[in-house]
């Protein structure tokens, strides 16, 4: 079982960089698929990157291609989402989910394939 925080949100402008944090609790972090998502106001819940359990492959939707980097840190316990020039479409609450196991039923950009989500942290990006 873990359990995850984010941190590292905020309001920035457009063309400014984030980076976001997502803390694990529990020694089996290593052994976890992770991925970020994310849900502006008014939309579903979207997928935006997601990692392997040991950093070897890396998944991002077409709207975080070339802006946004997904990377961890077991041994800190600690997943991260370095955002760059940020769009004020990027505005949106970002959540880290984890999954135990190493395969995907379907792939990494279905929420249904994880096990534990975090409360999430605010984006705001203004033009």
């Known amino acids: 079982h873990v359990q995850l925080v984010e941190s590292g949100g905020g309001l920035v402008q457009a063309g400014d960089s984030l980076r976001l944090s997502c803390a694990a609790s529990?020694?089996?972090?290593?052994?976890?698929?992770m991925a970020w998502f994310r849900q502006a106001p008014g939309k579903e819940r979207e997928f935006v990157a997601a990692?392997?359990?040991?950093?070897?492959?890396?998944d991002y939707a077409d709207s975080a291609k070339g802006r946004f980097t997904i990377s961890r840190h077991n041994a800190k316990n600690t997943l991260y989402l370095q955002m760059n020039s940020l769009k004020p479409e990027d505005t949106a609450v970002y959540y880290c989910?984890?999954?135990?196991?190493?395969?995907?039923?379907?792939?990494?950009?279905?929420?249904?394939?994880?096990?534990?989500w975090g409360q999430g942290t605010q984006v705001t990006v203004s033009s």
């Open positions: 989910a984890g999954r135990s196991g190493t395969a995907y039923y379907r792939g990494p950009e279905y929420e249904d394939e994880y096990d534990y």
């Open positions: 529990g020694r089996t972090f290593g052994n976890y698929n």
């Open positions: 990692i392997t359990w040991g950093g070897g492959r890396t």
